[in-house]
């Protein structure tokens, strides 16, 4: 008999145990490209900004000529943090021993450092991380081979930019943290399927997409999220399909495996990225985007709606998962693959556990 068995879900153990989150941390996480911050936080040179990936404290900051560099933010003495948050510094200094660094990473002094007998400064410099400037959001690669972001995710920055001619010149306008008591997978694959939108999101489903026309396709590791925008009388905010061609659609492009940009109809950026930090808590955060930042009530109030439905409903659906996972009873279930996808298939869930499985185990 020819039985085909239907793929089934990923065990509980990859979203519970911390010891597969500390793989993650030596692999998924740290050879791939995660967002660090966006080019509009550095206007200035000595402008920097501090974040953290794959449990590594990094920071990027504006040189004198105009680079922008990444670095590992741990001095080259004994190891001391060297920068906290945000702010402008015309050398780095180090709180510990006072030892400063140029901004391109070079060794400037260091109290006494002259006397030592063979002491050489210029053998010193800040390590640095790889960093890739796409459309003005700066991401990083922990991995020194890690190939371009336009081989990773074809097509991704082209796309964008047709979506949203004015890209280079947006600013954040609402940075909207979102801590979830989940493993940050169970929170990226809910991202990653619609099958739950008409019933759990009913303003999203009838007020700013038709679900019917959904779909996800894989795009090297972009996820690809396409579909039509609600009929004018029913979009919950105003939109001017006249601005571009691509106005009336919505759009996401989902760069494994923390970020996703999405384009809401009338060619509204904003932005989902995950900051795992352990393996049952990871900190979701939504940006949304105007032109210099300009004020904006309608994205204002987009922000506030999302925040208020889509997001809050996604929040008990992940952590409900996450309890489940961690269940006796729970069985991992087969996916539902339907052959032609659309909005009830979960294909884009079958390529995110592949890469979530291999990211592990190829490494
Ligand atoms: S650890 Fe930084 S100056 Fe000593
Ligand atoms: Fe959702």
């Not at 080019?39 to 501090?50: C, I, M, P």
């Not at 006072?98 to 002491?119: H, Q």
């Not at 940075?175 to 997978?185: G, M």
């Not at 997001?311 to 052959?339: A, C, F, M, N, T």
């Amino acid at each position: 008999m020819n039985e085909i068995k239907p793929l089934r879900s990923l065990e509980g153990r990859f979203y519970t145990d911390p010891a597969i989150y500390e793989r993650e941390c030596q692999t998924t996480l740290a050879k791939t490209w995660q967002y660090a911050g966006h080019v509009s936080q550095l206007k200035k040179a000595g402008d920097y900004f501090t974040f953290s990936i794959a449990g590594e404290d990094l920071f990027c900051i504006r040189t004198k000529e105009s680079e922008i560099n990444c670095f590992y933010n741990v001095c080259q003495h004994r190891a001391h943090q060297l920068l906290k948050g945000e702010g402008n510094s015309s050398v780095v200094v180090c709180p510990y021993h006072a030892w400063t660094y140029e901004l391109d990473g070079r060794m400037r002094a260091g109290p006494n450092t002259k006397s030592t007998p063979g002491f050489d400064k210029s053998q010193i410099c800040l390590t640095s991380v790889k960093l890739e400037d796409f459309n003005g959001f700066l991401f990083a690669n922990l991995d020194p081979e890690a190939k371009p972001m336009d081989e990773w995710f074809p097509g991704a920055r082209q796309e964008l930019t047709s979506f949203v001619p004015q890209i280079d010149e947006l600013e954040i306008l609402e940075w909207v943290e979102i801590p979830e008591k989940c493993n940050w997978k169970v929170s990226v694959e809910n991202y990653s399927e619609c099958y739950h939108c008409s019933l759990c999101h009913p303003t999203f489903a009838t007020g700013v997409v038709k679900p019917e026309t959904y779909d996800i396709q894989p795009q090297g590791y972009c996820l690809r999220h396409t579909t039509e925008c609600q009929s004018m009388e029913r979009m919950t905010y105003p939109i001017d399909l006249e601005s571009n061609e691509h106005a009336g659609e919505y759009s996401s492009w989902f760069l494994w495996p923390t970020f996703s940009f999405q384009v809401y109809p009338g060619n509204v950026l904003n932005t989902y990225l995950w900051r795992p930090l352990d393996h049952e808590n990871v900190v979701a955060w939504r940006g949304w985007h105007t032109v210099r930042g300009e004020e904006s009530q309608v994205i204002r109030d987009l922000a506030v709606q999302d925040r208020e439905t889509t997001v809050e409903e996604d929040i008990h659906l992940v952590e409900s998962v996450q309890r489940g996972l961690k269940s006796r009873g729970y069985v991992p279930g087969p996916l539902v693959l339907d052959p032609n996808s659309g909005v009830k298939s979960e294909h884009s869930i079958k390529a995110l556990q592949q890469w979530m499985r291999e990211g592990i185990e190829d490494n």
